[in-house]
């Protein structure tokens, strides 16, 4: 006799002190002399070093346009699905609304998390658009929402200035130069999503979804904007599930895997995932800071100590990136007829 198999069932996460995922403001990277962004980039180094997550106050993106993304992104996701697949990702094209899916990309995040895509646009012309590369192709359009597409350009604008300010901030907290990393973000492959994670079917704890899986993210780091509603849970330190509450106005920046890799380890990767405990639907809009194509990911010389190894060989990102998608898309292929190649 085969037994019936168990609901998993998701233990809460434990509540959060400040200083295990610290607040931070970075106001004086935007308007401070240099001292004064040394002092903001070494907190952020330490958030970094031991937690590689903490919130930013001070970043300088209005409010008010974090709220008309918020209600694009609500207005997207309460369409009917044929008007949602109007602007779909496909295998050749990996921009634009990705279903909710069982098995995530890389094989990991899974779960009953809704996508919409935006990558960096480039121009026509480009050599890699006129390639066809998926990860280059321009983005998907969604004209039948008014004001979608310029409210949300305008919000990946500030994301673009802002991760700039962050990894300047990061070079900082390094000892290196400020624009160390700026050689590898002159056409790098940016990602922002819109997020929707569906409630649970009922308030059981075995009821409730994961609505991303356990995982680190695999770019350089990733500027979070999450709704009230919460559920993101942080691995921490003592090996216990942590909350990251939401802060009204604050973003969430965590450390992704090709940033573990350059510091040679300093900097930590800290698996996360998401589950919504809540009565109502998840919102959420990440901006993952990756660098360009065909970057080289290596450990910084500079951060290897004498003597000893690089704690992780060179990686080409791009190839890296490819490899990644065309798995985490592969799920495509058993989606329903209508979800067709465009």
């Known amino acids: 006799m085969t037994k019936e198999p168990q609901p998993v069932v998701y233990e809460k996460a434990r509540e959060i002190a400040v200083s295990e995922i610290p607040v931070i403001d ?20 330490r958030a970094c070093e031991t937690v590689g997550f903490f919130y930013i106050t001070g970043h300088g993106v209005a409010q008010s346009l974090i709220d008309d993304a918020f209600a694009q992104n609500r207005a997207f996701f309460e369409q009917p699905f044929e008007e949602r697949m109007k602007s779909a990702a496909t295998r050749k094209q990996w921009r ?12 990991a995040v899974g779960g009953s998390i809704q996508t919409f895509r935006l990558m ?5 012309d480009d050599p890699d658009v006129l390639r066809g590369k998926p990860m280059h192709l321009p983005n998907r359009r969604v004209p039948h929402l008014p004001g979608f597409d310029t409210t949300i350009e305008a919000y990946l604008h500030e994301m673009h200035v802002l991760s700039a300010m962050l990894r300047h901030a990061f070079a900082l907290g390094l000892g290196l130069a400020e624009e160390w990393f700026d050689p590898f973000y002159k056409r790098p492959l940016i990602q922002q999503s819109l997020l929707y994670y569906r409630p649970p079917k009922s308030g059981r704890p075995e009821d409730l979804e994961i609505g991303a899986g356990e995982h680190s993210d695999t770019g350089a780091f990733t500027l979070l904007m999450q709704d009230e509603v919460g559920g993101l849970e942080v691995g921490h330190l003592d090996q216990q599930w942590v909350a990251a509450p939401p802060i009204r106005g604050t973003f969430v920046i965590n450390i992704g895997d090709m940033m573990m890799r350059w510091t040679n380890g300093r900097f930590r990767s800290t698996p996360h995932r998401v589950v ?10 990440p901006y993952f800071a990756n660098p360009d194509y065909d970057s080289i990911i290596a450990p910084i010389p500079a951060l290897i100590e004498p003597g000893s190894d690089a704690a992780y060989p ?3 990102f791009g190839q890296y990136m490819d490899d990644f998608y065309k798995h985490g898309m592969n799920y495509l292929d058993d989606l ?7």
């Open 96 to 107: 634009g609304y990705v279903p909710s899916k069982l098995e995530g990309e890389g094989g």
């Open 314 to 316: 060179p990686i080409h």
């Open 26 to 45: 970075i106001a004086p990277l935007r308007h401070g002399d240099l001292r004064a962004r040394q002092s903001v980039a070494a907190e952020i180094a």
């Open 336 to 342: 329903p007829p209508e979800y067709a190649e465009s």
């Open 276 to 285: 919504n405990r809540a009565d109502r639907a998840r919102y959420s809009m």
């Open 120 to 124: 960096l646009d480039l121009a026509a």
